[in-house]
């Protein structure tokens, strides 16, 4: 579920973080290291941190494929994570992201669940949205979780996170697969106790307090499918903020609640992927 303005506003409400132009130069020539909000919040910055990603081609036993990408860590083996986009698809900010991801240590899958290029607008992310077929998108995230275990260098430990729609997305590839983590960002968690009976995954969730439409009555219903069905291996953490807290590209970027939620997430998934 998105807001009209979708996940992560094109238009701001207030300065995003900004390099100098120094350290563009720098960061550009691969001579400096910047903060991820600040690469994030940077179209040119961003795309210079995604751009070595490699894609790879996820087949379905169905034969649905999906064209996803890839980022290494230095270090091998190595748990692993997938990524989800938000509504808009995969595009560079979700790169950035898988990028920084691999320097903390994962191997990270950033998926195309859409295999369309990304949308620069409300309208367009809502068109590929309401056309993709969500049982395709199970497919395709389950055989995700089946290359990443069977990855040579993979650790065969497996979690997904996603943001906005991916944070729905993140929960149901807990709900479809055996996975062993899953973090969602304000993302829909619309269940009953029915639908999160099979879940076996730890999961943790992070919500703003302001979001009208992933929205406490929401989330209280969800925790209250997850106690019906015995489920007890969660968390969920309000921040004073609205949807989309943590995209560096929109109005209602919260710098401190997005860190806050970073470090959580890291500590989240060393905790159950190491």
Known sequence: MCTLDGCG??????????ATDEQRRLFLKGAAALPLAVVLADPMLAHAAGH???KVTITTP??????????????????????????????DHIRAVAAE??????IALAVDLYGEPPATTPDGARALMSSMDPVVATRKLQSSVEFLRGHKDSTGKVGSVGWCFGGGWSLNTALATDIDAAVIYYGNVNKTPEQVATLSAPIMGHFGTLDKNINKEMVDGFERSLRIAGKTDYEFFWYDADHAFANPTGGRYDSEDAMLA????????DEHLS
């Open 101 to 106: 991801y691999a320097k903390q240590g994962y």
């Open 262 to 269: 970073w470090n959580r997430t890291m500590a989240f998934f």
């Open 62 to 91: 169905e034969g649905d494929e999906m064209v996803a990408e890839i980022a290494m860590p230095h270090t091998l083996p190595a748990p692993t994570v997938i990524l989800i986009h938000e509504w808009w698809g995969l595009n």
């Open 52 to 54: 070595g990603l490699d």
């Open 9 to 18: 506003s094109h238009e701001h409400l207030g300065p995003p973080p900004k």
